[in-house]
Structure formats: structure tokens, C-alpha cells
């Protein structure tokens, strides 16, 4: 069964502080895709990151990094640094390669920066 | 500006009036999808459609229609909405690739969404 796990309901930290937000994900499949979404308080979904099971290398963009651990079937999301803009709700996905190409969320990690 | 665009953004209706949530994209994606999202219960696929007048069931359409009459537009279609169609709607496009049966389908861009009250 294809199935995303964001264990953390809700993190709180103090700007500046880093913070990691974990992703765990079952699939039979041997070629599947992840993805991290960004959903702020405005309420629209925004695309971060995509990834592909044949490509276990982090990722870096700015503050943000992903750590895609096959082994343990993790994709794991760091910010750094974070700013209070980073708060919202953060939903790791995977993509269900039948014929729906429906993306399975996870419950999502309601971020919260602290000034 | 490549983008999905939603309408209406909020809506209030009563129970039983039909209404259209349109949803159009101007990056000729061939897959289109609408999700709800629901608190405790995260985004479940609606309908989705592969191209111009191919669309299927997702894992929640009961009540709800879509067309695919053209590339660029997917509305979704509440016959006779109820209480319990009260959600958030997004609607999401990507690009196909491959031929088909491997096709895969790129990122899924979406929609700013929809809040739909329906009392």
C-alpha cells in the first residue's frame, strides 16, 4: 500500500533556529517520485521539491535541504535559519503510478517561527 | 505568468443549488486533477483527467461531475451540493510524458483553491 507518515503535527521554534520536519513513506513500487509542498495561512499549496527514487543526492536551495534516505525510506525537510515567514503547514507527497496519478499526502507539519 | 487559476476563490451556497467551480491552467498540461482537503482526513483525489475528453473517478467522487472539453479548463460540478460537500477544492495540472501505458506524469501545480460553504 502506498502511504506518506509526517509524524510531527506541530512544531514550534524560535526564529533563527533550524528545524527539520520528517517524512516517512511506504511503497511497493521501484520508480516513485516525492514531493514537499508549502501550504501558508493564504491557503494555496506551493511546490518545493521533487524527487525521484533514483536520485538518493540532498538537495540544497537556499535555507531550505532534503535528505532522501532510501535505506529508511525517509525524505526528510531542513530549514534553516528559520524566518517567520516559514511558518505555515507543510505536507510531504508521494505519486501513485497507476492510471489516477494521484499524489498521496501526508497529514501534513503545521510549522510555527516565533519572532 | 504560468499558472492555475481557480473560481470562484470562496463560495456560499445553500443546500441543492447546482454550482461550477471552474478551473483553468495556460501551461498545456495534459493531466488535470481536483482534490478536497478536509481537516484530519489531508487532500483525496476527486476526478482527474489524462486529455481532452478523458476523465476518470478518483477515490472520492460521489456528487460531484467534470468535463474536459477543452485542454486548458477542467470545471468541477456540484449537481446538488450537501452540507457534507463543505471543503477546501484544489485543482492541479502537470505534464504527461511517455507513451502510454508508461506514461508519468511531471510536478502537480495548483490552484490558489476554493472554500466552498455549502449550509
Known amino acids: 500500500a502506498q502511504k506518506v507518515t509526517q509524524a510531527q503535527t506541530e512544531i514550534s521554534v524560535v526564529e533563527k533556529e533550524d528545524v527539520t520536519l520528517d517524512c516517512v513513506y511506504e511503497?511497493?513500487?521501484?520508480?516513485?517520485?516525492l514531493f514537499w509542498y508549502k501550504q501558508p495561512p493564504s491557503g494555496e499549496l506551493v511546490f518545493l521539491i521533487r524527487?525521484?527514487?533514483?536520485?538518493?543526492q540532498n538537495e540544497i536551495s537556499g535555507r531550505y535541504s532534503w535528505n532522501f534516505q532510501k535505506s529508511t525510506s525517509s525524505f526528510n525537510f531542513t530549514i534553516t535559519a528559520s524566518q517567520v515567514v516559514d511558518s505555515a503547514v507543510y505536507f510531504c507527497a508521494l505519486l501513485w503510478m497507476d492510471s489516477s496519478y494521484k499524489l498521496i499526502f501526508g497529514s501534513g507539519t503545521r510549522l510555527l517561527v516565533r519572532p | 505568468e504560468a499558472q492555475v487559476t481557480q473560481n470562484p476563490r470562496y463560495l456560499i451556497t445553500v443546500t441543492g443549488k447546482k454550482l461550477t467551480v471552474t478551473c483553468s491552467q495556460n501551461m498545456n498540461h495534459e493531466y488535470m486533477s481536483w482534490y478536497r482537503q478536509d481537516p484530519g482526513l489531508g487532500l483525496r483525489q476527486i476526478y482527474y483527467?489524462?486529455?481532452?475528453?478523458?476523465?476518470d473517478k478518483g477515490d472520492v467522487p460521489e456528487g460531484y461531475k467534470v468535463s474536459r472539453k477543452e485542454k486548458r479548463n477542467f470545471p468541477l460540478i456540484l449537481e446538488s451540493p450537501s452540507p457534507n460537500q463543505t471543503s477546501l477544492y484544489f485543482c492541479a495540472s502537470s505534464l504527461m510524458r511517455g507513451r502510454s501505458p508508461g506514461f508519468i506524469t511531471d510536478t502537480q501545480y495548483f490552484g490558489p483553491g476554493t472554500r466552498l460553504t455549502v449550509l
Open positions: 524527487r525521484n527514487s533514483f536520485d538518493e
Open positions: 483527467s489524462m486529455n481532452v475528453e478523458v476523465t
Open positions: 511503497t511497493r513500487d521501484t520508480t516513485y517520485y
